[in-house]
């Protein structure tokens, strides 16, 4: 029908939508349902649901893969370890989400796997490590210290090597970055994050070309029972819809705040990769500052979590799981879609209150 391959806008708005049938509803339904009438695709409610379909036609079309919907994002990662053969070699980035981590260093701990925790800025570290490997795990930008990883280079190293390559690409979306096509061969998301984008649902999702992979992954779903619900597929789906459009304002904003925040005399140091909402920021006086600046704000959230049409930030040390090469006083900002000049008087505030 089309001439040309859609644009991600497009798709956002139309992939995963119903067949169009006179009287029918435009949005897929919340399909409430433990057990399915035979004879279609699946029987019961752990093995599938109509609803987790729609969301996940729309995001394999986004990232053009097949994609299955989990419970949360650590779910979905943590069925794809699942699969990793025993005592195998797992390469990650020592700044992963720290949801991520403690799974591989739990799994290392009872000698299932053998981690190699690298900077995944550094490719060349990235390289040396692959040797023997049989999975490498991306994470790009990394969470929170916004590391970006050549996924291209290391995605054809690690086929040479014989590894196989999942990233993490909750904080690009595949608006900004789409790694099945850059040769990984996974793609894992929190779908809590941007993917939803109202701070309202924990959601998950892998996504592969790897018609194998994915029977094996969707058994796994299955088998542990990390299944999402219908009602959260469904707010997912209908927050994928303007997600080319919230991005497009939250990275506008991202990328005027940190140039202010680089140019602010208290703030010693302002990190952005140069797409995506998220900064992490340093300011004089560290930790203490940190802290009480993010608890005065009154626009921008004291909170957890990210990637909301709601600014929110929070000083990550804060948490005990988080590593030691995390600054102290490091606050991962996530910038929404309120006015900019709003948000920087706000920060200016508590800069002026704080420091
Ligand atoms: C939040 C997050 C996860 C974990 O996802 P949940 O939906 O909270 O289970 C994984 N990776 C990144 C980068 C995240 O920010």
């Given at each position: ?11 956002a708005?139309?992939?995963g939508r119903p ?9 897929a339904p ?16 752990r093995a599938?649901?109509?609803?987790w379909?729609?969301?996940?036609a729309?995001l ?22 699942d699969?990793?053969?025993a ?16 799974q ?15 900077d ?8 040396a ?13 990394t969470?929170?210290a916004?590391e ?10 690690a086929?040479?090597a ?5 990233v ?8 900004r970055?789409?790694?099945?096509d ?11 994050k941007?993917?939803a984008?109202?701070s309202?649902?924990?959601?998950g ?13 969707e ?29 497009e304002?939250a990275e506008?904003?991202a990328r005027?705040l940190h140039?202010r ?7 010693t140091?302002?990190r ?9 920021f ?30 929110t930030w929070?000083?990550r ?10 600054p102290e006083?490091l ?14 008087a ?6 002026a209150?704080c420091?």
């Amino acid at each position: 029908m089309h001439g040309h391959d859609l644009s991600p806008a497009t798709l956002a708005v139309s992939a995963g939508r119903p067949d169009r049938v006179p009287g029918g509803p435009l949005n897929a339904p919340i399909t409430m349902a433990s057990a399915l009438v035979p004879g279609g695709g699946s029987e019961y409610g752990r093995a599938g649901n109509p609803t987790w379909d729609s969301f996940e036609a729309v995001l394999g079309a986004l990232e053009g893969g097949r994609a299955l919907a989990f419970s949360s994002g650590v779910a979905a990662s943590g069925a794809l370890f699942d699969l990793v053969p025993a005592k195998s070699i797992v390469v990650a980035p020592r700044h992963a989400y720290y949801g991520t981590i403690e799974q591989l260093v739990e799994r290392n701990r009872r000698d299932q796997i053998d981690l190699r925790l690298v900077d995944i800025h550094d490719t060349q570290q990235v390289l040396a490590a692959l040797e023997g490997a049989a999975l490498v795990w991306i994470e790009s930008p990394t969470n929170p210290a916004l590391e970006v990883a050549d996924i291209e280079t290391i995605a054809r190293a690690a086929a040479e090597a014989g590894a196989v390559v999942a990233v993490d690409n909750t904080f690009a979306t595949p608006l900004r970055q789409r790694p099945l096509d850059l040769g990984a061969d996974f793609v894992v998301h929190s779908a809590s994050k941007l993917l939803a984008g109202h701070s309202d649902l924990i959601l998950g999702a892998v996504v592969t070309n790897d018609d194998r992979a994915f029977t094996a992954i969707e058994k796994r779903r299955s088998v542990l029972g990390a299944i999402p619900g219908a009602m959260e597929t469904w707010l997912a789906t209908r927050g994928v819809r303007t997600l080319h459009v919230r991005l497009e304002r939250a990275e506008a904003n991202a990328r005027e705040l940190h140039e202010r925040l680089s140019a602010a005399p208290q703030v010693t140091r302002s990190r952005y990769p140069g797409f995506g909402t998220m900064i992490a920021f340093e300011v004089e006086g560290g930790a203490a500052v940190a802290q009480k600046m993010t608890e005065q704000s009154e626009i921008i959230t004291y909170a957890t979590s990210l990637g909301g049409v709601e600014s929110t930030w929070e000083r990550r040390r804060r948490h005990a799981g988080e590593p030691e090469s995390v600054p102290e006083g490091l606050i991962r900002f996530s910038v929404g879609i309120e006015d900019v000049d709003d948000l920087w008087a706000d920060i200016q505030n508590v800069l002026a209150a704080c420091s």
